[in-house]
């Protein structure tokens, strides 16, 4: 069997101190994570940031940063996790537009609302994107680099 990690992309968004949340139900259970969702195939990883979070929450995100990239293995699933964290603005949501299956709600939520909701978050990535972003950490979006498939070489 081939390992291959799962890539993943999470919008870390605040506003006046409280920050865009995704309440969701996976595997039967209520959890809380940012908005985020898998890269797809062609896709650079600032848009899958920005369409996970129009998709989950109905929140246009305009990226600004890279938070950190975090590499988390699930200790349920054996599933490893390479997931890109962004920070940045959201402008005023799209009031028709439906959330993707699943999600239960967006919420904007204080630092001590999540904290208190511990043991319902998706994963430590939740905390520790949170954390990185409050110590200020934030890197240039032009770390990123997308290399077209028919760019010659």
């Known amino acids: 069997m081939q390992w291959k990690p799962r890539v993943t992309v999470a919008a870390v968004a ?3 101190g409280r920050f865009l ?3 969701e139900i996976v595997a039967g259970r209520t959890v809380f994570n940012q908005p985020a969702g898998h890269l797809e195939d062609g896709e650079s990883l600032v848009a899958a ?3 996970e979070c129009l998709e989950e929450t109905a929140w246009q995100f305009e990226p600004e940063a890279l938070v950190g990239i975090y590499r988390w293995r699930s200790p349920r699933r054996r599933d490893t996790f390479l997931r890109a964290t962004f920070c940045g603005r959201c402008s005023a949501p799209a009031r028709t537009r ?5 999600i239960v709600a967006a919420h904007w939520l204080s630092l001590e609302e999540i904290q208190a909701r ?3 978050l998706r994963s ?3 905390l520790q994107s949170l954390r990185d ?3 200020g950490k ?3 979006l032009e770390l990123l680099i997308d290399i077209d498939g028919s760019t010659p070489p």
């Open 14 to 16: 605040e506003r006046n």
């Open 138 to 140: 934030r890197y240039p």
């Open 98 to 102: 439906e959330l993707d299956t699943g």
């Open 118 to 120: 511990r043991s319902q």
């Open 21 to 23: 949340m995704v309440e």
């Open 49 to 51: 940031v920005v369409r």
């Open 124 to 126: 430590p990535l939740v």
């Open 133 to 135: 972003h409050a110590q």
